[in-house]
């Protein structure tokens, strides 16, 4: 079965690898040059299981609003007068209840660990064959780090539901964050940790790496990539997609996947209902770290006082942070990346660094209630979605791609469905907007 994967982020490769392993004839069509060259480019690195609380949830509308003049506030709020950015944000908004937020983890969190299983399979199937991917892959857990004890108590009421799915996250006290990591020293020294809660199953690791590196494996396994080609249009015929037209050519397959990070809806208006994807722009900063520097953390940090993840990547040290629901503009503003900077040197004033800083900013295609959208739409039977995945497109892609290769090669009749790959689809479908 030919399928084409529209876009070579971190989504579509890992999709793309999962359908050829699937048997099928795959091409990969992206815009850019090569694979990871957006929002999958430079991302905080955290692989966590225990960070798939979406953002929305209560108080925060209010707090966007008194942050909206606020030049370095961590969510900003930019209007740009669209219609489907306030159309994006009106649904934004119901999902801020604790209700909403708490129905969102369990089928997040399935999906988080279907992904790290999927990883532990691949990499051990690599190192089998004697091709190892390095992609400086830490499996040392999360710790996050909380300002106050209303903070952290607040985050605690989420653990039961964790625990439920067996994530399990220990609270520490400052001192415990500061054994645990001892780049932490200064912040515990200057009472600046409240406490911390810390998932030892978390892992971490370059999403960019691993990515370029499976797209070179898929094309080793005969995965055809076509870069600097942008699809135009999706030609559909008595609710199929007959044609695929870029601007090269025209691809006639059997199914295509539709996995283009923020362009998702445009090509998705096929569908002839709102694909709820908006751009939420983050940035990152990319220092070398000074091997001599005892301040530079190992165990990844998400730092909930200044809004930043840490990882460390080898001896390179990402910091990772911000939000604006904006628009589609990708300008990078060295001052926001500074700001992500100044974050993570207040909390590690001991990280010492060599060179320059590398900044960096991408979008996030986020959809309102924090969960990406996959699977099959109703009305067009050859074209599957693998988008939105929001803050956690590193974190969910694995497990998105083999519920979508699954999903495919059920409906070609190559392999049946479990229930549980059905119930979980239905978590993830179009239809829940
Ligand atoms: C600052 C920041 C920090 C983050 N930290 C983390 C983290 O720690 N952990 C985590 O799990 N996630 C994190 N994320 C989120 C994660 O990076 C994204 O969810 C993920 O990269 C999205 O991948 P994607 O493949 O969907 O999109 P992309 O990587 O953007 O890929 C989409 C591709 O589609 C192509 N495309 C678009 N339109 C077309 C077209 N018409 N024709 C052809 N090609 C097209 C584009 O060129 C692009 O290559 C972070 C994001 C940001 C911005």
Redesign the pocket.
Known sequence: MRAVV????????TTAWRLREEGHDVTV????SA??????????????AS?VTPWAGPGLILQALKWMGQYDAPFRLRLTGSVRQLRWLWKFSKRCTQEARIERISPNLKLALRSQSEMHRLLAQFEAEGSPIEFAHKRAGILRIFPTTKALTEAMETMPLMEAEGVEQQRLSSAECAVLEPALGAAHQKGEIAGGLFAPGDE?GD?FLF?RTLAAHAAAQGVAFQFD????RLETKAGRIVKVH?DRTIYEPDVVVL??????P??GKVIGKWLPVWP?????VTLEANPAALGIPNV?ITDEARRI?V?RFGTTLRA???AEVGGYDLTLDEKRGEGVLDALTATFPAAGTLGKPEY??????MTPDGS?ILGSVPKIENLYL????????????LGSADLIAREISADKNVTMLSAQERAELAEFSLNRF
Do not use: F
């Not at 694979?35 to 690195?45: D, I, V, Y």
């Not at 960096?360 to 295609?365: H, Q, V």
């Not at 693998?386 to 892609?397: M, P, Q, R, Y």
């Open positions: 529209i876009g070579a982020g971190v989504v579509g490769v069509i992206d815009a850019s694979a990871a060259s957006l929002t999958s480019h430079a991302n905080g690195g955290q692989l966590g960070e971490s999403a990515t080609e942008k699809v135009t870029t996995a283009a990070g923020v362009a998702s445009n090509l939420v722009k983050g940035y990152s990844s993840v990882s990772a942070g911000q960096w900013c991408g979008l996030r295609p990406p693998n988008t939105g995945h929001g803050t956690l497109g590193w974190t969910l892609a």
